[in-house]
């Protein structure tokens, strides 16, 4: 997929598909209906339903996403599901005629439409501050994903993808003329290049395989211990699982924490040293690939 392509997906408007509409789909494809709540996202349009005895998440997305890339994250899903020890994921839900991703078409548009199980839980997100148990918990939630990961294969994984940390320096590129501000533009810039610099070095020896890539506080659920701490131990929105680099897959968990920690660099440490504990990184000054 060319650059060009990356950048036209990025600016494409959500699927323009109403609730009525959406409930219409879920009807006649699936056979359910219920209360419908738009859910957030930033390119899929998104619908939770509500039958009263279950919930689900329709997902409708743009033909601009190729077939074997949603594939791919169905097989994903079920492959976690099916490893023991992995997390809570939210499971594929066929249409009626027993297809996982159908095509439709509203008002002269065609979109790919899917729908997954609601994973019940609570989310991190709006949390300002989480205690360091937490926030180890996070590191070992993406552990956990990533080791049930390790050998899973499929050729959708193997695409380009804006937010693949191997294409940060010509992607950074690509966004910096959005910035208006000349100093923030320059300080980004140059941060941009030290970090590609240091980088560049490392990056034929890093360890290589399926990763979520997006394993943050958006797309982790919790459950409450006995002592009322939140524990993250589900995973949800797989759309930006690739063959990546697995250090990549925890600095993404590690960058949406520092948005929780009030300025201390030193706040994700607990996450990268429960990460470790459960699925090892070799330090690369052994020759090893991290």
Not at 102 to 129: F, I, P, S, W
Not at 228 to 242: M, T
Request: proline share 5%.
């Amino acid at each position: 997929m060319t650059d060009e392509t990356l950048a036209y997906r990025a600016t494409l408007p959500r699927p323009d598909v109403t609730a009525a509409e959406a409930g219409d789909l879920l009807q006649s494809r699936y056979g359910l209906s219920g209360t419908l709540t738009e859910l957030g996202s930033q390119q899929d349009r998104n619908y939770c339903l509500d039958t009263g005895e279950r919930r689900y998440v329709l997902k409708i997305c743009h033909v601009t996403y190729e077939t074997l890339e949603l594939e791919a994250q169905n097989a994903a899903i079920r492959h976690i599901s099916a490893k023991e020890g992995s997390p809570r994921v939210p499971q594929v839900i066929p249409s009626t005629d027993g297809q996982d991703i159908v095509a439709v078409t509203v008002r002269d548009q065609t979109y790919q439409v899917r729908l997954l199980e609601y994973l019940e839980g609570e989310g991190l997100t709006q949390r300002k501050h989480l205690p360091k148990e937490t926030v180890a918990a996070l590191g070992a939630l993406c552990a956990r994903l990533a080791q049930s990961l390790a050998d899973f294969t499929h050729p959708g994984l193997d695409r380009s993808l804006q937010w693949d940390l191997r294409r940060a320096g010509p992607v950074a590129v690509q966004l910096l003329s959005a910035i208006t501000d000349s100093a923030a533009r320059d300080r980004i810039a140059k941060t941009m290049v030290s970090a590609v610099r240091r980088i560049q070095p490392l990056a034929p020896s890093l360890r290589l395989q399926a990763v979520h890539h997006d394993v943050t506080g958006d797309n982790v659920v919790s459950h409450r211990d006995s002592r009322g701490r939140l524990v993250p131990d589900g995973v949800i929105d797989f759309g930006d699982i690739i063959r990546g680099w697995l250090i990549g897959d925890l600095a993404v968990t590690c960058a949406s924490l520092l948005h929780q920690a009030d300025g201390d660099p030193l706040y994700i440490l607990p996450a990268v040293k429960a990460y470790h504990e459960v699925y090892e990184l070799p330090p690369l000054s052994t020759g090893q690939s991290a």
